[in-house]
């Protein structure tokens, strides 16, 4: 099957989903911890809906790799690379 613009793999982010991020854009520039680094320099590079998407594509992979491996969510872990 090939998919179009119009057929998207995934479903779009719901509205609160997106109010949530767009907020954290915003106060991003007052915070100095690494995730809030990443996004200003995300920003820096992209537009703000660009930013917002990578945000939520991280915060996904994050909460996958939780579920996926039953743990508890600390913000100073480290992974190792395989």
């Not at 920003?43 to 703000?48: E, F, H, M, P, S």
């Not at 594509?57 to 913000?75: C, E, G, M």
């Given at each position: 099957?090939?998919?179009?613009?119009?057929?998207?793999?995934?479903?779009?982010?719901?509205?609160?989903?997106?109010?949530?991020?767009?907020?954290?854009?915003?106060?991003?520039?007052?915070?100095?911890?690494?995730?809030?680094?990443?996004?200003?320099?995300?920003?820096?590079?992209?537009?703000a809906n660009i930013a917002a998407v990578a945000l939520a594509n991280?915060?996904?992979?994050?909460?996958?790799?939780?579920?996926?491996?039953?743990?508890?969510?600390?913000?100073?872990?480290?992974?190792?690379?395989?």
């Amino acid at each position: 099957m090939i998919l179009t613009c119009s057929e998207p793999s995934h479903p779009a982010p719901s509205g609160l989903e997106h109010q949530v991020t767009s907020q954290t854009l915003r106060v991003a520039a007052r915070h100095t911890d690494p995730t809030t680094t990443w996004l200003t320099h995300v920003q820096r590079r992209r537009n703000a809906n660009i930013a917002a998407v990578a945000l939520a594509n991280k915060h996904a992979r994050i909460v996958w790799a939780l579920l996926a491996h039953d743990r508890d969510y600390t913000p100073d872990y480290a992974g190792t690379s395989p």
